[in-house]
Antibody, heavy 128, light 110 residues
C-alpha cells in the first residue's frame, strides 16, 4: 500500500524548534519530488517547501514565510522526508502534511503535476 | 507569491453543474499549463482531482473536468452529488518554481 506517515508534531514555545518526519512506503521514494504543505486552523492550504529528487540534485525551494527558518531534507535510503523548523512563530501553528509528487510521462515533479499521495498530517502548535 | 483567487463559496443542487474559478497572473496560471485541483473533506488530507489543467488521475470521476482561459483556470463538477460537498483548492506552477495554492472554495450541495 502506498502510504505517507508524518510524525514529530507537538506543542512548542515561540522561538523553539521541532523536527517533523515523514515515512514513505509502497513506492519508489527516490523517484519523487516531495513537498510539505500546511494548513492553519480553519484556513486554506499553504505550500511550505519542496525537495527535488536525486536526479535533480536534491535541491530545495521554500515559501517566503519560512525561508531561512525551515529546512527540508530527505534520506532515500530510509524512505524518509524531514522538515526541520527553527525560530518558530505562533503563525506557524498548523497541520503539516507531507505529499508525494504525481508522475506523468515518467517524471514525478510536484510543481508540474501536483501531489497525489498525502500523509494524514501532524499538528504543530506554537504557543507560550 | 500571492495566493491564487477563488470564490469563497459555490453551491448547487444535486444533478446540476457548478464551476469554480481560479485566477492568477501571467507568472503562474496564465503562463503555464500546470494547474492542479484538490478536493478536501473536513478533517481529511487533500486529494488530487486534476493535473495539467484538464487531466484526471486514475480513479477520479469523469464528472470532474478542468479548463483554462488566459489567467483563469476552472474546475467544473457535473452531475453534482452529495459526496462532492467539500473544499476545493487550485494550485499552479509559478515562474519562481515555488508552489502556490488558491484561497479555497467551499462547495455546498443544496
Amino acid at each position: 500500500e502506498v502510504q505517507l506517515v508524518e510524525s514529530g508534531g507537538g506543542l512548542v514555545q515561540p522561538g523553539g524548534s521541532l523536527r517533523l518526519s515523514c515515512a514513505a512506503s509502497g513506492f519508489t521514494f527516490s523517484d519523487h519530488y516531495m513537498d510539505w504543505v500546511r494548513q492553519a486552523p480553519g484556513k486554506g492550504l499553504e505550500w511550505v517547501g519542496r525537495t527535488r529528487n536525486k536526479a535533480n540534485s536534491y535541491t530545495t525551494e521554500y515559501a517566503a514565510s519560512v525561508k531561512g527558518r525551515f529546512t527540508i531534507s530527505r534520506d532515500d535510503s530510509k524512505n524518509s522526508l524531514y522538515l526541520q523548523m527553527n525560530s518558530l512563530k505562533t503563525e506557524d501553528t498548523a497541520v503539516y502534511y507531507c505529499a508525494r509528487a504525481y508522475c506523468s510521462g515518467g517524471s514525478c515533479y510536484s510543481h508540474y503535476y501536483g501531489m497525489d499521495v498525502w500523509g494524514q498530517g501532524t499538528t504543530v502548535t506554537v504557543s507560550s | 507569491q500571492s495566493a491564487l483567487t477563488q470564490p469563497a463559496s459555490v453551491s448547487g443542487s444535486p444533478g446540476q453543474s457548478i464551476t469554480i474559478s481560479c485566477t492568477g497572473t501571467s507568472s503562474d496560471v496564465g503562463g503555464y499549463n500546470y494547474v492542479s485541483w484538490y478536493q478536501q473533506h473536513p478533517g481529511k488530507a487533500p486529494k488530487l482531482m486534476i493535473y495539467e489543467v484538464s487531466n484526471r488521475p486514475s480513479g477520479v470521476s469523469n464528472r470532474f473536468s478542468g479548463s483554462k482561459s488566459g489567467n483563469t483556470a476552472s474546475l467544473t463538477i457535473s452531475g453534482l452529488q452529495a459526496e462532492d460537498e467539500a473544499d476545493y483548492y487550485c494550485s499552479s506552477y509559478t515562474s519562481s518554481s515555488k508552489g502556490v495554492f488558491g484561497t479555497g472554495t467551499k462547495v455546498t450541495v443544496l
